[in-house]
């Protein structure tokens, strides 16, 4: 009988080590998925002496082939992300810091139009606290709808980093939305995403020009990082009866609107129909195919094989799981 509990015990603990090892197994096929979901990017070896954002500006026929930025940030972040290798750090920065990641419009940045948000990491790590610069207060509402941030490693004249990117879905995952038409909220009868966002452009189920990010999200701007140390701060609970638009706060030396003080203007904008800044056109963009927060195929890959493996005898079948206003409508 001792015999047979031994052979048993011994027959159980090997089963459980198959288990661990194909679990392993998963996360490392896993891991390898999604290092590789971020898309190469060519540089450009012509020199681009830009070193100010008007000169980003200079380059929008070449960037906008037809013409249009609506809910098109992703080409700006191309253009930039194509010539990185000729720009230090700090001059990255600034010219990442010349457009809005929302409308697309050119965007001159300044302390008055520097929000804070904190967003979602799409990898499911939880919240992340940064900037952003925008062409006008609607876009804080829009943002924190749809926006997710996601990283990406970007080699610069002063080496490689991992920068922190806002990022939407893919809208060509569903592209035939962008064919359907629907009732304009600034009173232009009926449209479509295809008239009013034409840079937004889809091939075999890809967006054309976008960069991806180490989760294989579209990439439509940077998400700038708070000061060291402020995370904590800059994450905690805001009173939003308090909230007071344009009101400017500060840390660490560095100029912003906090995102909360919007939060009545948002909700007033929501019940109007999006009247306001780009309206519904990135909304629509962006909710074609939205990010659904946590790293998609790692999560998936592992859930479906562990699903796959019977569980050892005697398991009970619980598991451990790995205030400027305006529009800015082009």
């Not at 197994?25 to 390898?32: F, G």
């Not at 912003?256 to 203007?265: A, N, R, T, V, W």
């Not at 946590?294 to 799981?321: F, H, I, K, Q, T």
């Amino acid at each position: 009988m001792a015999a047979l509990t031994i052979a048993l015990l011994v027959a159980l603990a090997a089963r459980r080590s198959d288990v661990a090892a194909a679990a392993s197994d998963v996360r490392a096929d896993v891991a390898v998925v999604a290092r590789s979901m971020a898309n190469e990017i060519a540089q450009v070896r012509e020199p681009w002496h830009g070193s100010t954002v008007n000169d980003l500006f200079r380059e929008y026929g070449r960037i906008f082939k037809h013409g249009n930025r609506n809910a098109a940030s992703h080409l700006w972040a191309s253009f930039l992300l194509e010539r990185s290798e000729q720009m230090t750090h700090e001059r990255l920065l600034t010219m990442f810091s010349g457009f809005c990641a929302v409308s697309g419009s050119p965007v001159r940045p300044s302390e008055y139009n520097r929000y804070m948000l904190t967003l979602d990491r799409a990898d499911g790590s939880g919240k992340m606290a940064g900037f952003f610069h925008y062409c006008c207060w609607p876009c804080v509402c829009d943002t924190q709808d749809f926006i997710k941030v996601d990283t990406r490693t970007v080699r610069t004249a002063s080496g490689e980093r991992k920068y922190n990117f806002a990022v939407i879905g893919n809208p060509c995952d569903r592209e035939e939305e962008l064919r359907r038409p629907f009732e304009h909220v600034f009173g232009r009868g009926m449209q479509t995403l295809q008239m009013l966002a034409p840079e937004v452009r889809c091939r075999d189920g890809v967006l054309l020009g976008a960069p991806l990010s180490d989760n294989g999200h579209v990439i439509i701007a940077m998400f700038f990082d708070a000061p060291e140390g402020s995370q904590e701060t800059l994450l905690a609970p805001k009173v939003v009866q308090n909230a007071q638009p344009g009101r400017i706060s500060n840390i660490a030396g560095v100029s912003y609107q906090d995102e909360f003080e919007f939060g009545p203007m948002c909700e007033d904008r929501k019940n109007k129909g999006y009247n306001s800044g780009m309206g519904e056109i990135f909304r629509k963009v962006a909710s074609i195919s939205p990010i659904q927060v946590g790293p998609r195929a790692a999560l998936e890959a592992e859930n479906d094989s562990m699903a796959a493996l019977p569980p050892p005898d005697g398991d009970d079948g619980a598991c451990v799981s790995g205030s400027g206003q305006g529009v800015c409508l082009q």
